[in-house]
């Protein structure tokens, strides 16, 4: 009711709110965690009034996303719901669009996803392809260009933290090496 009043005092916020809505769309599309909580905080303003008035505060993605009745964006939270689900259905980071397995991770034997952080709850996406790479010797390159075939890293959205994993090539030499090392890790 709120924002009905809203827009009928600014028409001009209709605009915002469908490119907003097309933001959120492709977040979630792109691995968004909706289970995350939305808190508003204690800075004063006008915004956070207006927020606080809509009841937008401690809320989910998928709280929120029910509160704005937008069809769009619920059935794709639903698409997105399950872990299994948003494996098989995330988008590259590239931009084009496309699930991971259709692009960037077609060719590649290694995951687009990891668990290797801190709380094996969040799920990491393959860092983007088309971002400048983060090691020290890339000179403005893409990540793809640079760094993608010598190891896969992984970023937490959520903290911005990369978790990368080396590649490396297993032959007689250093086989027995490394099954007792995965051995070990098993323990």
Known sequence: EHLRLMLREQPSLAVVTRGCLECA???VKLGAN????????NSPGESLSL???LG???KNAFQLANMSKKVELIRTMKLFKSEKDKIRLVHCRCGS???WKECHT???PE???SKANDDDETLCWRFSPVATCYCPFNNNKTYYKCCWSDEAAYQNDSTGKIVRSKKILIDDSNREYFERLREMKRH
């Open 25 to 27: 769309v492709q977040l």
């Open 34 to 41: 909706c289970k995350a909580v939305y808190k508003l905080g």
């Open 51 to 53: 927020l606080q008035s």
């Open 56 to 58: 937008t505060d401690n």
């Open 97 to 99: 669009r496309l699930p």
């Open 106 to 108: 077609a060719k590649e």
């Open 111 to 113: 995951s687009h996803y």
